[in-house]
């Protein structure tokens, strides 16, 4: 074997060695996946309307956890998908005040659903819409902080 041979097979290690190297941080980062990671991230839940003892109340069905009249949370740039049901005995609506957003007029028994994309934090009011505007509960929409925007200790415990 000469110095030619030598060197090429040198030549070829090292190339080999760096291709092997590249790959590893190319598919280390996350850039090859067997699956799509990047799912259309969303909170839904599910009301009902009802009316106990002669007085309309939103009744959590899913998501919330039964209680009545819940305080409803969500995330900024998530998408809210809200279901409502009418298990009462007359009609109703669901509006929301602030975000100008309302279910269709829901006979007993119908149901519709609402889909929100917050942009930003607040807290609105909700409201059974008939004849008058009947206050029911709140609508909480929070902004999460991604853990790369953590700062100081905090970043260390992640």
Do not use: C
């Not at 119908?110 to 059974?128: F, L, R």
């Amino acid at each position: 074997m000469d110095f030619q041979d030598k060197k090429i097979i040198i030549v070829t290690i090292i190339v080999g060695i760096l291709g092997l190297t590249s790959m590893i941080g190319f598919i280390g980062q996350g850039n090859v996946r067997h699956v799509e990671i990047f799912w259309q991230e969303k909170v839904e839940q599910t009301v009902a309307f009802e009316e106990i003892e002669g007085e309309v109340q939103l009744v959590g069905i899913s998501g919330i956890g039964g209680e009545i009249n819940p305080h409803l949370i969500s995330r900024t740039s998530f998408a809210y998908i809200l279901t409502v049901i009418n298990y009462g005995e007359k009609h109703h609506r669901l509006y929301i005040e602030g975000l100008e957003i309302q279910s269709d007029l829901l006979e007993p028994g119908q149901k519709d659903v609402i889909t929100i994309y917050p942009e930003k934090e607040g807290i609105y009011k909700y409201y059974d819409k008939r004849e008058r505007l009947e206050h029911l509960g709140f609508l909480e929409i929070r902004t999460v902080v991604p853990s790369d925007e953590f700062t100081g200790f905090l970043r260390d415990m992640i």
